[in-house]
């Protein structure tokens, strides 16, 4: 291998990884904000319901209107996690640009390595010794016995 082929084997797997990191951080984003939304909805259901029992962390209410637990305040402050979602999204699409520039399709790799993992599912050796039950049989319905004779 020449100095060259060093260099651009070592950017190629800098890029790799990185891109790896941050498709981990988009994923780690999206859960989070995905459980915000239900704190979202949460409020959003009492201010409907009971916008009087809607208490936050920290604040100190009457007996007449206590009840719920209290809604972190931090939990509605979604803005910046938005920004750093795009901004790894960003990030991501220029590490795929970089990519393409060094002749390396990260989608391709991941289209042959699905296709190779959908063969070694589907591989007769990797049968199990009892097959699943028909949908059928698994839902309830049965199957008409045919007349013999008629």
């Given at each position: 291998?020449?100095?060259?082929?060093?260099?651009?084997?070592?950017?190629?797997?800098?890029?790799?990884?990185?891109?790896?990191?941050?498709?981990?951080?988009?994923?780690?984003?999206?859960?989070?904000?995905?459980?915000?939304?239900?704190?979202?909805?949460?409020?959003?259901?009492?201010?409907l319901?009971?916008?009087e029992?809607?208490?936050?962390?920290?604040?100190?209410?009457?007996?007449?209107?206590?009840?719920?637990?209290?809604?972190?305040?931090n939990?509605?402050?979604?803005?910046?996690?938005?920004?750093?979602?795009?901004?790894?999204?960003?990030?991501?699409?220029?590490?795929?640009?970089?990519?393409?520039e060094?002749?390396i399709?990260p989608?391709e790799?991941?289209?042959?390595?699905?296709?190779?993992?959908?063969?070694?599912?589907?591989?007769?050796?990797?049968?199990?010794?009892?097959?699943?039950?028909?949908?059928?049989?698994?839902?309830?319905?049965?199957?008409?016995?045919?007349?013999s004779?008629?």
């Amino acid at each position: 291998m020449t100095d060259t082929d060093k260099s651009a084997t070592l950017a190629i797997g800098k890029l790799v990884v990185e891109q790896f990191d941050l498709e981990k951080q988009i994923g780690s984003l999206r859960d989070e904000l995905g459980r915000r939304a239900a704190v979202f909805a949460q409020v959003g259901k009492m201010l409907l319901l009971k916008p009087e029992r809607l208490v936050f962390e920290g604040e100190n209410v009457t007996e007449q209107f206590a009840g719920e637990s209290p809604i972190e305040r931090n939990a509605m402050d979604v803005a910046y996690l938005i920004a750093d979602l795009r901004a790894a999204i960003v990030g991501k699409g220029e590490c795929t640009a970089q990519l393409a520039e060094l002749g390396i399709d990260p989608e391709e790799i991941e289209r042959r390595e699905n296709a190779r993992n959908s063969r070694a599912v589907w591989n007769p050796a990797n049968a199990s010794p009892d097959p699943a039950p028909k949908k059928a049989a698994a839902v309830g319905f049965t199957v008409r016995p045919k007349k013999s004779g008629v």
